[in-house]
């Protein structure tokens, strides 16, 4: 799992972070964890496929063409060339 350090905090947002993680019963990593989380993992946020699929549905895409677009290449993708 990638390690992030994060240097320079000031002295009362690290007090603020302790003290917030005490109220929740946490240490102040789980805390800054939980909180990276739900600032950039939104709950209610909707994945790209599910969002391609609605769009796909309100476009009037037969079920068929879903299955066009389900089936995937499984070979590996080649580099490109930006020469």
């Given at each position: 799992m990638p390690m992030l350090t994060v240097?320079?905090?000031?002295?009362?947002v690290h007090r603020a972070l302790r003290?917030?993680?005490s109220l929740r019963g946490r240490s102040t990593e789980a805390e800054v964890r939980t909180i990276l989380k739900e600032a950039v993992l939104p709950e209610g946020?909707?994945?790209?496929?599910?969002?391609?699929?609605?769009?796909?549905?309100?476009?009037?895409?037969t079920e068929e063409e879903?299955?066009?677009?389900?089936?995937?290449?499984?070979?590996?993708?080649?580099p490109v060339d930006l020469e």
């Open positions: 240097r320079n905090i000031p002295d009362e003290a917030r993680a946020r909707m994945a790209l496929g599910t969002l391609l699929v609605a769009i796909g549905r309100r476009a009037g895409l879903f299955t066009n677009f389900v089936q995937r290449d499984g070979s590996a993708a080649k």
